[in-house]
């Protein structure tokens, strides 16, 4: 299991678990719409959680792609999951419907790979969303600009990356040439995990590829009339790549929500966010208070105009969801004590407690 990343931190925790002996630890590796799959010491079978372990667990503490989870294992039948262990890096995803719970996407990584491709498709706006949900996710976010190969104005993408993820690692390759990908394999060590995020069609699945050196996941052309790529990852998965790297390849998201991603904004704007120590208020809301070091700043070109709007944009964004958040808990409180004053009231009005005693 050391392969898979399992280590001292999730070993501890499966040790300190109440169980029975018949228990071993697991990874998931893939999941489907009805099944996971898992790895193990018994080797690779389908699982699903237990009903009874999982019975009033949020969306969010069911079993999810890197998870590491104690496993009742049956080979050549279905498993069966008792518990996820505490994840070290989550990735979680606002669902669209505005009442339902958020998405993990992915868990237990240690770098979030932002994949865009250098060509049309290239959108600072969206590799700005992609790095606060990364810086958020507790991982190190890497960026990695695919097809460069194809790209006419590469030295204009680089410099608005220089200027929007400051500190954070650029990367541009061509999956098919291999250029720029020595450097890449360089910072990955055996047993780390990685989670590619990005648009459908960038190249994730070329990508992955070229990691491992040869073909894990099926790729789809560029489409000529929009330098697209054809969407191929249909559902979450976790390889074992050949050098010992692990790699989680999720479906594209192109529509990628910020949920309530506070301290990963902080990370990803962390220019704006020194800019306004300098303010003369300490509340100023950088819009149009007098003394506003950010507004100099975008009044002298220092601070991109875009980098700033995009900026109020995910603010907006995440304060929206904290207060929906907020209802949603609100929601489920009123119906959790309504449902234990009607228990509480029928109890009362039992013929059993009624009897004279």
């Known amino acids: ?3 898979y990343g399992y280590n001292d931190y999730f070993a501890d925790q499966f040790n300190q678990l109440e169980q029975s002996t018949s228990l071993i630890p697991a990874r998931v590796t893939a999941v ?4 996971l799959r898992v ?3 018994d080797g690779e079978q389908l699982a699903r959680p237990k009903t009874s372990a999982f019975r009033d667990a949020l969306r969010t503490e069911r079993p999810a792609i890197g998870d590491f989870v104690a496993l009742e294992s049956h080979p050549g039948d279905t498993s069966l999951i008792h518990a996820v262990l505490q994840r070290q890096t989550l990735f979680l995803r606002d669902d669209p419907d505005p009442d339902a719970q958020q998405q993990v996407v992915a868990a237990n990584f240690d770098y979030c790979f932002l994949v865009s491709s250098a060509n049309d498709d290239f959108n600072i706006n969206r590799l700005e969303r992609y790095l606060t949900i990364a810086w958020n996710s507790g991982a190190r976010p890497v960026i990695v600009l695919t097809k460069a190969d194809l790209a006419h104005n590469l030295s204009t993408y680089l410099d608005e990356l220089e200027a929007a993820a400051v500190g954070v690692p650029v990367f541009a390759v061509d999956s098919l040439s291999g250029s720029g ?3 890449l394999r360089a910072m990955l060590s055996p047993g780390q995990t990685i989670v590619l995020l990005g648009s459908s069609g960038v190249g994730k699945s070329s990508l992955v590829n070229a990691l491992a050196g040869e073909e894990k996941m099926k790729t789809g052309g560029i489409r000529e009339d929009d330098t697209r790529g054809r969407h191929t990852t249909t559902h979450r998965e976790l390889h074992l790549l050949s050098n010992g790297v692990i790699v989680i390849d999720t479906p594209g998201m192109r529509g990628l ?5 506070s301290e990963g904004l902080e990370e990803t704007f962390s220019d704006i ?6 303010c003369r208020f300490a509340d100023c809301s950088h819009e149009n208070e007098p003394g506003c070091a950010v507004q100099q700043a975008l009044t002298d070109g ?5 980098h700033y709007i995009n900026w109020q944009k995910l603010k907006r964004e995440i304060a929206f969801n904290e207060r929906k958040q907020n209802s949603q808990q609100m929601r489920q409180d009123k119906q959790k004590w309504k449902a234990i004053s009607k228990a509480i009231k029928g109890n009362k009005n039992s013929p059993k407690n009624n009897k004279k005693a």
């Open 1 to 3: 299991m050391s392969d």
């Open 32 to 35: 489907f719409k009805h099944v």
């Open 39 to 41: 790895i193990s010491a």
């Open 181 to 183: 990908l020595p450097a």
């Open 257 to 261: 929500g910020v949920g309530q991603a």
């Open 273 to 278: 966010e020194t800019l306004g120590e300098q």
């Open 302 to 306: 220092t601070l991109s105009s875009k």
